[in-house]
């Protein structure tokens, strides 16, 4: 994708768009996969464009360091287009496709957007207000997207999305402690490392102390709370959604069994699911919602 910006010079059929999108839904890992097998068909290629263009805009930042504002704003353009006449890059091409169909609002999008503009300006949180509102623009838009898919458009169903989406990029966090500090990125709160008297300092260093091992399993238990209020979401939908909405609150929420399991200590060792837990995870869980498998 090193030419990201550079792949629209030549418009492209909405099929072929749609095929890009799903080459690198396809080729990317994810903890679970985006557009599985569990998706409907006639569904699966609008979520491979909405995974295609939130994969992009994180994308931005790694591949155009010297440019990123710039390409940044010429993404957000391209976006604009979709509701204004023609984009050009293949992935905006089926997302101007699928935003039709659904008739998808350009405020999710916009604030993605924001998102990769905070990273630009904030690299570490000192309350988790502020971490709080950063998941309001990096996470929750996603969650939106797919429901607007699927036909859920109500605020009721977007607030319990917001729980579970705000709860998975913090369970990423808490995952990636040791990546995201390599990247120059703190995202535990600067008031929480505080009460539990562990310094930036420390992180440097990579030490495991006791108040470290207390402080990520504050911030683990804060993300299981917000799962346990998301999951109510799950009730709410029909078919495979449901069963896909689930499959991501649990796999989530394992993430974080997996960080207790580990003593809390996120820096010496990833910790992360098996391929034999995904799918004992997605059998089980399929089992448990009655086979749900219609569209």
Request: hydrophobic fraction near 35%.
């Amino acid at each position: 994708m090193g030419l990201l910006l550079s792949e629209g010079a030549q418009r492209v059929s909405v099929e072929e768009g749609y095929a890009r999108c799903a080459r690198l839904a396809r080729t990317r890992y994810e903890n679970f996969t985006v557009g599985s097998w569990l998706l409907p068909p006639d569904k699966r290629k609008h979520i491979y464009a909405i995974y295609a263009f939130c994969r992009s805009v994180d994308d931005l930042g790694d591949e155009h360091q010297g440019d990123r504002p710039k390409a940044i704003d010429a993404w957000e353009q391209d976006l604009l287009l979709c509701y204004e006449s023609a984009p050009q890059h293949p992935y905006m091409v089926a997302l101007q496709e699928t935003i039709r169909t659904f008739d998808i609002p350009r405020e999710p999008f916009l604030r993605l957007i924001e998102a990769n503009r905070m990273d630009q300006l904030t690299a570490r949180y000192e309350t988790y207000g502020e971490l709080e509102r950063y998941c309001r623009h990096s996470a929750n838009p996603v969650g939106h997207m797919v429901l607007y898919a699927f036909g859920y458009r109500d605020s009721e169903r977007q607030a319990l999305s917001d729980y579970t989406c705000t709860a998975l990029q913090l369970a990423n966090f808490w995952q990636d402690v040791a990546r995201d500090y390599a990247k120059g990125r703190i995202y535990i709160p600067g008031e929480d490392m505080e009460r539990f008297d562990y310094s930036e300092e420390q992180l440097a260093r990579g030490a495991v102390t006791q108040e470290f091992r207390d402080l990520i399993a504050f911030e683990v238990e804060r993300a299981r709370g917000l799962f346990r209020q998301g999951m109510e979401l799950v009730d709410t939908l029909q078919g495979r959604l449901k069963l896909d909405v689930a499959l991501f609150s649990l796999g989530g929420m394992k993430v974080l069994d997996a960080i207790e399991r580990q003593g809390y200590d996120v820096l010496s060792r990833r910790p992360t699911l098996s391929g034999t837990a995904k799918l004992r995870l997605t059998l089980s869980t399929t089992l448990k919602l009655g086979l749900g498998l219609r569209a």
